[in-house]
């Protein structure tokens, strides 16, 4: 059955092959990035099969040994390799399992994340500081590029909104997992009697709008322009640099004031506006999924608690898989992974339950 799907697959893969080569489609830009995003796609699943198939042409190749052969060193040397092959079926099989699973086709594109101060006053602010610097460091550490589109600062420290561009390979299908409330437990600074309070903040991510995601009327885009505020001297505060373009018919309003060119600050603001737009409609399957898996919070369900970072105890929660970790200081430093990881590994078990694969 595995053999039969593969098959298909890699024939499909071979078709893709030819037709990115195709002047006709090479000249028609859309029909072009969507097969060679579908050619990216299947090639790990047919080199997967392309060893699986190898593995068990082996392991008939030693049954046949055992067979036939009379040397009883060379019967111990198929034994063994016959051993260690037919370990390696099941892992594998696992593998080619979740492969063959249906990807979201969201998955491998650029993100917008967006860290928003929640309760706690100015406490929630700084923790949104501290979020924004988890996620920083681990962006660097997978090697994506960040840009800071717009931010609002808190008055004692961190920030009370952030957004921020992640691009890179696979982005979203990674940072999907953090959208909903992160909670801290903690001693703020301000307080005296050495409490613990809880504060949150949100974090939203949103797959980012590719240019034929979404076709955009200039006639629905309002664009106003105003003096950057924040840290860069006078040429950011002189300038009508910041730009806001509000989307009439859907009351959608970004701002972008990071550069100080008012050219540039369209651009972000435009391509962010194209995501928000894109995400009105994406936001109706995120919310079909997420009632489907624990894994995945809706990004419009605001409320929903996701993780708790307890500061006297060192401890990380995710409440989604029942995941506890005593290693905060690495984890808010950036070092997510494993938990990214587990989230990973939780969701493909409930995907493979409901496509009825056990």
């Known amino acids: 059955m595995i053999l039969e799907k593969l098959e298909g697959v890699k024939i499909r893969f071979e078709e893709v092959g030819q037709l990115i080569t195709d002047p006709d489609v090479i000249n028609d830009m859309k029909k072009y990035i969507k097969l060679n995003k579908e050619y990216k796609e299947l090639e790990p699943l047919v080199e997967t099969y392309n060893t699986y198939k190898n593995i068990l042409s082996n392991i008939q190749s030693a049954k046949e040994i ?51 101060a929640g309760t706690g006053g100015d406490e929630a602010s700084i923790f949104a500081g501290d979020l924004f610097r988890m996620y920083t460091h681990y962006c660097e550490s997978k090697k994506w590029k960040i840009e800071v589109t717009n931010t609002s600062e808190g008055t004692v420290g961190g920030f ?32 005296t009697q050495g409490r613990v309070h809880t504060s949150a903040a949100t974090v939203a991510v949103l ?52 550069q100080k060119s008012q050219h540039k600050n369209y651009d972000k603001a435009y391509a962010e506006l194209r995501t928000r737009l894109y995400n009105l409609e994406y936001q109706k399957y995120i919310d079909e999924i997420s009632s489907k898996r624990k894994t995945m919070v809706s ?6 608690k ?7 105890q060192g401890r990380v929660t995710d409440h989604r898989i029942n995941l506890t970790l005593y290693n905060l200081p690495a984890i808010i430093g950036g070092d997510i992974q494993n938990v990214i990881d587990q989230l990973q590994m939780a969701e493909n078990a409930e995907r493979l339950k409901e496509a009825g694969v056990e």
């Open 299 to 304: 990004t419009g369900d605001r409320s929903a």
């Open 160 to 191: 009370k909104e952030v957004v921020m561009k992640v691009s890179g390979a696979g982005v979203y299908g990674i940072l999907k997992y953090e959208s909903g409330v992160h909670r801290v437990q903690r001693v703020p600074q301000t307080e």
């Open 207 to 258: 797959p980012e709008a590719e240019e034929f995601d979404i076709n955009l009327k200039p006639e629905d885009i309002r664009k106003d322009t105003y003096c950057a505020s924040g840290p860069g001297g006078q040429s950011v505060n002189t300038t009508y640099s910041a730009v806001r373009l509000v989307h009439e018919p859907s009351g959608i309003v970004v701002t972008c004031q990071d």
């Open 306 to 312: 996701i993780r708790t970072y307890n500061y006297p």
């Open 66 to 116: 055992l067979s036939t052969e009379k040397d009883e060193e060379m019967k111990e040397m198929a034994k063994m390799e016959l051993d260690e092959l037919e370990a390696q079926i099941e892992p594998m099989e696992e593998e080619i399992k979740v492969l063959l699973l249906p990807k979201d086709p969201e998955d491998n594109k650029n993100a917008i994340l967006e860290i928003r």
